[in-house]
């Protein structure tokens, strides 16, 4: 397939007549459907008499090459929203992305609706600091609008050197009006896997997944071997962006036995691929909750999504993101290339999560909990000299109060990644989605210890 797109792609550039009789009738013989080859042929010879008009027409003086650039741009992102031409300085910063870190602001952002939107901010980034939240839309970049600015013209004006800033414009849903947030760019290193207890809950073990990279199935192997008490597991794969496929099916790979975890289809046969569970080292038994919300994403999707069809995990929180689609990178000469989406990703049910998501099967918003501690109940003899230990503190109270209330704040703030290695209750009674899942999880190692 691959061999095939770029030959049509330099047939094209060369000559339009060439291209239209020599793969018009092959592919016109694939897809019934298609345009027959006079048709093609129509259509090449329409867009080289525009392209001839606008050379000689137009205001100022236009170079052929920079026409040709400018179309093939418009073609890739009315293709679909992850499709892109990539010229020689795009094709040269891709490299940058795949280095591992570099300079940016730590967010992952997608197309939604034809909207630039903020899929999810990674954990301890500038991005996050700075405020942002998955669901933004970004409707400005400093000042430049994103409408009409495709995913890669976007990444490319949000990276830059450390230490510089910039300014995103964004909608928020329930703000009246339009954010402003000033962000930092920094050096973004990423970490995935954050395993932690919860206090007063042993054998239950959280373990938050930021993004899928490489050793996400490592590390979760190893964080389960280091507390071979575990009872129950909490996954929570909110905000995250997605990453490595075999990472992702990895991980399902260690909790289903048998049966197709993800499938990728597409046009061409040769990139139908289906991707199998293994009954080797498979935990069948431990009782699993996943979270997820609006910043779940690809790779994340399909781990929700397979375990969701497997019956192996409750999941829930909101709806997922809906980005299923697969996408190459088809170089075109020596210094450019295509993006090209090629495939979709199918669950196990076979329904597909491009631009519809995964629906947990208990949704769960994002809010807090009152959070009252009981007190223990005294005894009558207890209770004057209670009283007046009480009395001696008022005083003490009303002046520590501010200093209090901002370590109060700070603390009840802190993030369950990232922070202590345990989860405090206050800290669960301030995320209502995980609160849920707690006591899911816990009826599930209830009904499990019946079921013995």
């Known amino acids: ?14 000559s339009t007549l060439t291209a239209a009789y020599l793969f018009g009738p092959a592919q016109a013989e694939e897809r ?43 073609l890739m992102s009315n293709l679909d929203a992850h499709s892109a031409y990539m010229d020689k300085k795009s094709y040269k910063d891709l490299t940058v992305q795949t ?85 930092t760019r920094d050096i973004i290193k990423i970490d995935s896997v954050y395993p932690k207890t919860i206090e007063g809950e042993d054998g239950i073990l959280y373990l938050h997944i930021a993004s899928f990279d490489q050793k996400v199935v490592e590390s979760v192997k190893k964080a389960i071997a280091d507390r071979n008490d575990t009872k129950g597991i909490i996954l929570d794969l909110r905000n995250n962006p997605g990453g490595l496929l075999d990472q992702a099916t990895g991980l399902v790979d260690m909790f289903v036995p048998k049966g197709v975890i993800v499938s990728q289809r597409g046009r061409d046969k040769k990139e139908n691929i289906e991707y199998k569970a293994h009954e080797e080292n498979t935990d069948t038994t431990t009782p699993i909750v996943t979270l ?31 980005k299923g689609s697969v996408q190459i990178v088809i170089p075109v000469g020596k210094s450019e290339a295509l993006k090209l989406t090629i495939a979709r990703y199918y669950l196990p049910s076979g329904r597909t999560i491009q631009n519809k998501g995964v629906t947990p099967d208990i949704i769960v918003h994002p809010g807090k909990i009152d959070y009252t501690k009981e007190s223990a109940l005294l005894k009558e003899k207890d209770l004057k000299q209670h009283l007046e230990v009480e009395l001696s503190k008022i005083d003490e109270k009303k002046k520590d109060k501010k200093k209090n209330s901002k370590k109060r704040s700070s603390a009840e703030n802190n993030a369950t990644i990232g922070g202590p290695k345990e989860i405090t209750e206050k800290m669960i009674y301030n995320d209502t989605q995980l609160k849920s899942a707690l006591d899911i999880l816990k009826a599930l190692i209830i009904t499990e210890k019946g079921k013995h």
């Open 99 to 183: 280095k591992g870190e570099f300079g940016g602001l730590g967010i992952s952002v997608g197309m939604k609706d034809g909207a630039l939107t903020v899929i999810a901010p990674i954990e301890g980034t500038p991005a996050m600091k700075a405020g942002v939240k998955a669901g933004d839309i970004i409707l400005k970049i400093d000042d430049k609008a994103t409408l009409g600015m495709n995913i890669d013209e976007a990444v490319k004006l949000m990276r830059g050197k450390p230490g510089t800033d910039i300014v995103l414009t964004i909608v928020r849903k329930n703000e009246p009006k339009p954010l402003k947030i000033k962000i």
């Open 1 to 14: 397939m691959i061999k095939r797109s770029k030959k049509i792609i330099a047939a094209g550039l060369l």
């Open 292 to 322: 997820v919300n609006g910043g779940s994403a690809s790779a994340s999707e399909i781990v929700s999504g397979a375990l969701q069809d497997f019956n192996r995990s409750v999941i829930v929180g909101e709806k997922t993101f809906g």
């Open 32 to 74: 019934p459907k298609e345009s027959t080859a006079k048709e093609k042929l129509e259509a090449y010879i329409k867009f080289t008499q525009i392209l001839n008009i606008i050379e000689q027409e137009y205001v100022d003086d236009v170079n052929t090459t920079d026409l040709i650039d400018k179309a093939l741009k418009g």
